[in-house]
């Protein structure tokens, strides 16, 4: 029976031991990739020149043709979907809310979209005929 218990005991520490050097080696990988650098500039500061280059596309304005394309596409998904926040209307028709913005503002001027609440809590319902009511 000690043979047994000592077999045991050396299949344990044996087990230990390599789970010990798994946890190391996953520690070790983590730390190499949060300290990684793309091209000698830290990955945190790549990824916002990234996120900024990719907002400023062209610096030009939006024409008015594809303001009011924008629109129509807003407003088809707020007819689709009334009453529904920015965040959810902005997947459907497949633009940031920061992109509808001027095309929204224009909607609710016509008259075509009464919006209701403030701030994350805006929902968004079609208005019938255009009419401001």
């Known amino acids: 029976m000690t043979n047994t218990n000592e077999d045991l005991v050396m299949q344990i520490e ?3 031991t390599e789970h010990v050097a ?9 730390v190499e990739r949060g300290f990684a650098t793309a091209g000698g500039v830290p990955v945190v500061a790549a990824r916002r020149a990234k996120r ?5 596309k062209s610096g030009k304005r939006r024409g008015a043709a594809d303001l009011a394309a924008l ?5 088809r998904a707020v ?3 009334p009453g529904e926040t920015m965040t959810v209307l902005a ?3 497949g633009a940031s809310a920061r992109e509808l ?4 503002m224009g909607l609710k001027r ?3 979209v009464r919006v209701i609440g403030q701030r994350s809590q805006t929902r968004y319902f079609p208005r019938t005929n255009g009419a401001a009511a």
């Open 14 to 16: 044996q087990l230990v």
């Open 22 to 30: 798994a946890c190391r080696r996953a520690a070790r990988d983590a």
């Open 52 to 56: 900024v280059t990719a907002g400023a």
């Open 71 to 75: 629109g129509e596409r807003f407003y």
């Open 79 to 81: 007819c689709a979907k």
């Open 91 to 93: 997947m459907e028709v």
């Open 101 to 104: 913005h001027r095309a929204v």
């Open 110 to 112: 016509s008259g075509r």
